[in-house]
């Protein structure tokens, strides 16, 4: 599969581990539906890990759904998904068994692959644990996409080995429609602001076809859950999406979105953000500024429609002002134009600038803004 733009969903790792279920999956279903976020861009419901029994079943040897979890078993469950205009998502594991010691694909890809179709699965997440050593995983996730390829239904694949091997070198040449370039996040400050800036100098190799993921957001966790680490600020949680936005992230919901609270439903559904991020261009963002820490930073992208966003992000534990000229992104002086800009958190006017900006940040903050370039 093939996604144009990043892929948005939500996955049940983050909050739920191994507490997954039958009505867990339909509930959620039902929330992102009532909730407005499948209307947002949100179609991808996965399941992740702990979803089977512990073993195969020793006739078919296929992977059996857990009889407690899943009593029906998984069709029932991906047609309740369907039936709310949602797209299903599955996990499997490039190795002998997953990384939270169930089942995994290795030597049955193409079995497996089979299963998934049978199940309606439409995106599957592929992770790296207990991968045989004499095993190339290049080859492995080679292996499964020609699997998917040839399974009679069209599925997205999500591969998940956080980065190794140089995964960016040649993921996008496996069919592969997004790759896990980083290890798990937890639910704090230093989680994301670590894993986003590992990346500053791979945003390059993500585009239409294959994007670079950065793992599943802990926006709105407020520190319940599987990942729950430090927790963040509400600050910190609208800097965690912004920089996601930019980025051109896929962006998969990792918070409970039965009970999600209204701060972050707002900001999750922001136009203003989820523009930036399906930005059909999917230009790479780039660093416009960058102070000496390396922890404060202006981030632009340039979107279609003659637009470029700009986020200034200041991720030092310090309060601190933000500068950087406007010929920085090709607007020099000499140009004699000025940006008009879009407060991207409020919607809000922001007023004409010229030549440069200056603006105060607080520590671990961003102020986003939508900018045109306009006559003075
Ligand atoms: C790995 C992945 C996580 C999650 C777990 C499940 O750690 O990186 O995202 O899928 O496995 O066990």
């Known amino acids: 599969m093939f996604p144009k733009k990043p892929p948005m969903g939500f996955n049940t790792w983050n909050t739920f581990g191994e507490n997954i279920s039958d009505a867990m999956i339909r509930e959620t279903a039902d929330a992102m539906v009532e909730k407005g976020l499948l209307k947002a861009g949100y179609e991808y419901l996965v399941i992740d890990d702990c979803w089977s029994e512990k073993k195969r079943d020793p ?16 069709r029932v469950v991906s047609d309740y998904v369907h039936g709310k205009g949602l797209k299903f998502g599955m996990y499997s594991c490039a190795g002998v068994r997953t990384c939270a010691n169930y089942p995994g694909s290795f030597d049955h890809e193409f079995l497996d692959a089979e299963t998934f179709a049978a199940y309606g699965a439409d995106f599957l997440k592929y992770d790296y644990c207990y991968k045989p050593d004499y095993a190339d995983g290049t080859l492995l ?13 069209d599925i997205l694949l999500s591969a998940c080995n956080w980065g190794a091997d140089n995964v960016h070198d ?47 957001l802990t926006v709105g966790m407020r520190n319940r859950g599987n990942v729950a680490s430090t927790g963040c600020s509400d600050l910190e949680y609208r800097t965690e999406f912004a920089l996601w936005c930019m980025f051109g992230a896929p962006l998969m919901l990792g918070c409970d979105v039965r009970t999600i609270d209204d701060t972050t439903l707002k900001l999750v559904t922001n136009p203003y953000l989820l523009r930036i991020n399906q930005d ?9 500024h960058k102070e000496w820490d390396g922890q404060r930073y202006v981030f632009a992208r340039v979107l279609t429609n003659h637009e470029i966003a700009l986020a200034f ?12 000229p406007f010929d920085a ?10 940006l ?37």
């Open 59 to 74: 006739v078919t040897d296929r992977i059996v759904p857990d009889r407690v979890k899943f009593p029906e078993g998984m």
């Open 141 to 153: 996730y080679r292996r499964i996409c020609t699997a998917l390829d040839n399974c009679g239904r």
């Open 170 to 216: 040649w993921i996008r040449s496996t069919g592969a429609g997004m790759y896990r370039s980083t290890g798990d996040i937890s639910d704090s400050f230093v989680s994301f602001r670590d894993i986003f800036l590992s990346q500053l100098d791979n945003v390059k190799f993500s585009g239409p076809g294959c994007f670079n993921d950065i793992d599943m």
């Open 280 to 288: 059909e261009a999917c230009r790479p963002m780039f660093a416009a």
């Open 313 to 324: 992000t200041n991720l030092s534990d310090n309060d601190g002002t933000l500068w950087f």
């Open 329 to 338: 992104i090709g607007l020099p002086v000499s140009a004699k134009k000025g």
């Open 340 to 376: 008009q800009l879009t407060d991207a958190f409020t919607g809000e006017d922001a007023g004409v600038e010229k030549e440069y900006m200056r603006i105060p940040v607080k520590a671990h903050d961003c102020a986003v803004f939508i900018a045109k370039v306009v006559n003075l």
